[in-house]
């Protein structure tokens, strides 16, 4: 059975840095590229990261550029989103899904999702 976990959610302060999980069962993560989006309440999904299959191409929306890093750990079927510098604004519900071997912005187009993990931005 495909699957993807997502982990790594909590409470944060602004400005704090936390590390999400996306781990797959039933597939091979690497032989697929894996996007990272979020969803606030009362707002349309956002796309923010996406690492394509073989790790050749990464890919940050400008919301987070520069404090995001996403990556992949090929031993332990999983992908990372390394969040730092948190803000205020961000507190969501953070997914990850997974398509063909390309990164692409329409979200219709990812095949499997994760249930989320929230994501909470307070003092």
């Known amino acids: 059975q495909v699957q993807l976990v997502e982990s790594g959610g909590g409470l944060v302060q602004p400005g704090g840095s936390l590390r999400l999980s996306c781990a797959a069962s039933g597939f091979t993560l690497d032989y697929y590229a894996i996007g990272w989006f979020r969803q606030a309440p009362g707002k349309e999904r956002e796309g923010l990261s996406c690492?394509?299959?073989?790790?050749?191409?990464?890919y940050y929306s400008d919301s987070v550029k520069g404090r995001f890093t996403i990556s992949r750990d090929k031993s332990k079927n999983t992908v990372y989103l390394q969040m730092n510098s948190l803000k205020p604004e961000e507190p969501a519900v953070y997914y990850c899904?997974?398509?063909?071997?390309?990164?692409?912005?329409?979200?219709?187009?990812?095949?499997?999702w994760g249930q989320g993990t929230q994501v909470t931005v307070s003092l």
């Open positions: 899904a997974t398509r063909g071997q390309l990164c692409v912005n329409r979200q219709e187009e990812y095949n499997y």
């Open positions: 690492i394509s299959v073989s790790n050749v191409n990464l």
